[in-house]
């Protein structure tokens, strides 16, 4: 809370008041958090290259597999959120998303399967049904509120 007094504010110069202004107002940084979805590793990088070398050694696919299987699931929930909606536009991106090569193809699709159901159902059903396609992908918790406008570090005094 700003604390000055009207003989204060008279004395002040502008960028002197509004650097007291802004020095008042709460780092964005501190904010509460919100989890950022992030984009799967491209083809080769999520693995490390020891481990590639010793499922090779050994004669066993289990990498590929179980990206196999994380792919399988993940489209298997994309087509899930889409289940109860039959329109033309919705059958097209179920298509889409039952044909990614890849779980960052898929990934891709999100916001379209956001904006598909947010505008036949809701934008919190949306919310509800994108939170399990997003459990396939890796999560990171970010601040909420981000300063997209730097503050001069000069003022008069």
Known sequence: MLHATPSDVR???APRLFRRILGSVPNPGTGPKRTAIRPPAVWGQAE???KTLWSWIRGTQEPIQHRKLTLDDARRDFAAALSDLSAEDA???RRRGQS???LRELWH?????????????????????????NRHFPASTTPTAKSTTSRP???DA
């Open 91 to 93: 059958c097209d991106l």
């Open 109 to 133: 699709l999100r916001a379209d399967l956001y904006s598909m159901i947010a505008r036949y159902r809701s934008q919190a059903e949306a919310d509800r049904r994108l939170q399990s396609v």
């Open 48 to 50: 490390p290259v020891w």
């Open 153 to 155: 570090e000069h003022f």
């Open 100 to 102: 990614a090569r890849s």
């Open 11 to 13: 004395g002040m110069k």
